[in-house]
């Protein structure tokens, strides 16, 4: 275990019981991370806690949706409680709820901003009172280490998207957040960069003839794409597919690594190619 990347460093992660976020939650853990497992779904993040201590890592859950209000805190207090800390924040958690503007409800408006944007927000508010404790007791002791917030964009929200106004806003959001927290937490050398999706084959992707929807928050949410719509998508990507979760992870993973520590307030499409 001695030459592992992240050997020891806690890491949170929302979203993680599926797609994306499951497999970014298996390669900190596999570098050596412990990490906090969030989803809004128990099943599915307890099976990842469980993947990752049968492989000999460490995980604890903390389930809920990242849009109740108490749920910050507790999330942060999670990580405290189990590891004493906190060194890596991946948001990722998230689903889309699409419509053209007109038919766009202050519902579904509201619903997406608070799960992509306000969250986050919040979470990072939440840990700022312990990254600076943690930072002012290693600068005292001449010690430099390096935390990472990874925030989770997507190229909707950096060229916009058709049917997705509520989405393609918090999406952007999410890069000004980035962009302030890398000018505010620099001085505790915190790295705070983002990560934008093109097209990964997740959940929120697959491919369906039918409707198929899911249910998020007690709303059912209509998920996935048709046949058609996969085949254009992937004749405009350079590398000619969609990503898996484990590429997508990839690049998070960068973004955690040490050899990042120098890189701050950045966006990167992780798209195969796809130029926005
Ligand atoms: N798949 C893509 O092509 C793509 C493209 C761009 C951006 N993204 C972004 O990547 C992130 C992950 O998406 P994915 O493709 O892995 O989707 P996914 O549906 O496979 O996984 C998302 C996970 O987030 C959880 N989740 C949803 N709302 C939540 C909430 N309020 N609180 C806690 N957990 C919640 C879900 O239960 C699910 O397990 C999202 O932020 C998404 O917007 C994905």
Aim: glycine share 12%; hydrophobic share 45%; with cysteine.
């Amino acid at each position: 275990m001695g030459n592992l990347k992240l050997e020891g460093k806690a890491a949170l992660v929302t979203g993680a019981g599926r797609g994306i976020g499951r497999s970014v939650a298996l390669q900190l853990a596999a570098q050596g991370a412990r990490v906090v497992v969030n989803d809004l779904d128990a099943d599915p993040a307890h099976a990842v806690v469980e993947e990752i201590r049968a492989a000999g890592g460490e995980a604890v859950a903390c389930f809920g949706s990242v849009t109740a209000n108490d749920f910050a805190e507790r999330f942060i207090k999670t990580a405290v409680d189990h590891y004493q800390g906190i060194d890596i924040i991946v948001n990722n958690a998230g689903y889309t709820w699409d419509n053209v503007i007109q038919k766009m409800t202050d519902e579904q408006w509201y619903a997406i901003l608070d799960c992509h944007l306000t969250a986050p927000f919040r979470i990072l508010r939440a840990a700022q009172p312990v990254i600076r404790a943690l930072h002012k007791a290693e600068a005292a002791e001449g010690r430099a280490v390096f935390r990472k917030v990874v925030n989770i964009s997507s190229v909707a929200g950096l060229g916009g998207n058709a049917g997705q106004a509520n989405y393609a806003v918090a999406k952007a959001g999410i890069a000004g957040l980035t962009k302030t927290l890398s000018k505010e937490w620099g001085r505790m050398l915190v790295n705070v960069n983002t990560v934008a999706y093109g097209f990964i084959r997740t959940r929120l992707t697959e491919v369906t003839e039918a409707d198929t929807s899911v249910t998020i928050e007690g709303r059912d949410i209509k998920v996935g794409i048709n046949p058609g719509l996969l085949k254009a998508i992937e004749a405009s990507v350079p590398l000619g597919r969609g990503g898996t979760p484990e590429e997508a992870a990839g690049a998070v993973y960068l973004f955690c690594s040490p050899e990042s520590n120098y890189i701050s307030g950045q966006v990167v499409v992780c798209g195969g190619g796809i130029l926005i």
